[in-house]
């Protein structure tokens, strides 16, 4: 049970009087690649948001790295709680690295000042050190001769590969990508999620939002099929696409296969 990098256990989430998430169970284990596919509206990328705190939840658990990451209602009354909780909250999403359909670099930023933003501010890491890291990262993700361009120089899939590197500067345990291909034209998708099956084969956690089933198909252990709110069903890639068992997933399959 110590392998499980995320768990998450009956997780609902509101906004307004509608129930965008109505009871989500999710496990994943440390170097498993999970894709999570489903009709857009269906809360994918609200899931990915509560995990990395960037939502709240209205009820469940989850636990990255077996810490919980819920919120109690009773530990946030006191200003010393709140406190405490705000600096648990900041911990563990450091451990949570997320990478955006929209790439959200500083624009007035080099990529390797992007990429050492995080070590340095947040890990407090000597600048030189940080440097000498997210040149390395760069180099990983394809990228060692554009280190000292600004975002405008660079195309959307090496502004997201970038943002995948700056994602991994802060040492994740699991990362997060909600769509990270799809404000891409369609001849940069393959460099970015070439490097995530690089990322994947060197052993990361993963959960991946996509609409590339082939992706889906070839890297992930386990795909997840969501819709309206729930996990309607989950499987290894080979099982799911080719024999689904529900027939909303059919559906949703006939749509995108
Ligand atoms: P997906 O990523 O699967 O397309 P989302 O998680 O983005 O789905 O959204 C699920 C539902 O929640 C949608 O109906 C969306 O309009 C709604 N929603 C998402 N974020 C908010 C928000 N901050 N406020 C209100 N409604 C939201
Ligand atoms: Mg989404």
Same mark, same amino acid.
């Given at each position: 049970m110590n392998d499980l990098v995320l768990r998450a256990r009956a997780v609902r989430k509101r906004f307004a009087d509608t129930e965008v998430l109505r009871g989500i169970d999710l496990e994943v284990r440390s170097g498993e690649v999970l894709c999570v596919i489903g009709p857009s509206?269906?809360?994918k990328s609200t899931l990915l948001?509560? *995990?990395n705190h960037l939502e709240r939840i209205d009820a469940g658990r989850v636990w990255v790295d077996? &810490? $919980?990451v819920g919120y109690e209602q009773h530990g946030t009354s006191g200003r010393v709680l709140r406190e405490r909780r705000e600096k648990e909250i900041r911990a563990q999403r450091e451990r949570v690295g997320m990478v955006f359909q929209r790439f959200h670099l500083f624009p007035h930023r080099t990529a390797v000042q992007n990429v050492m933003e995080g070590p340095v501010v947040v890990k407090r890491r000597p600048r030189a050190d940080? &440097?000498?890291r997210a040149r390395e990262l760069l180099d990983r993700v394809g990228l060692a001769d554009r280190a000292d361009h600004y975002p405008a120089q660079l195309s959307g899939g090496q502004q997201q590969r970038v943002a995948i590197a700056r994602a991994l500067a802060m040492d994740p345990t699991l990362m997060l990508?909600? /769509?990270p291909t799809s404000a891409l034209d369609p001849e940069l998708v393959g460099e970015v999620l070439g490097v995530m099956q690089d990322l994947a084969r060197s052993g990361m956690t993963?959960?991946?939002?996509?609409? /590339?089933?082939? *992706?889906a198909r070839e890297v992930a252990d386990r795909v997840v099929f969501m819709d309206e709110g729930l996990v309607v069903e989950s499987g290894h890639p080979d099982e799911l696409f080719t024999a689904p068992r529900h027939d909303r997933t059919r559906a949703f $399959?006939?749509?995108v296969l």
């Open positions: 509206g269906s809360g948001r509560c *995990f077996g &810490e $919980l940080a &440097e000498r990508f909600d /769509e993963m959960i991946v939002v996509t609409h /590339e089933m082939g *992706f $399959l006939s749509t």
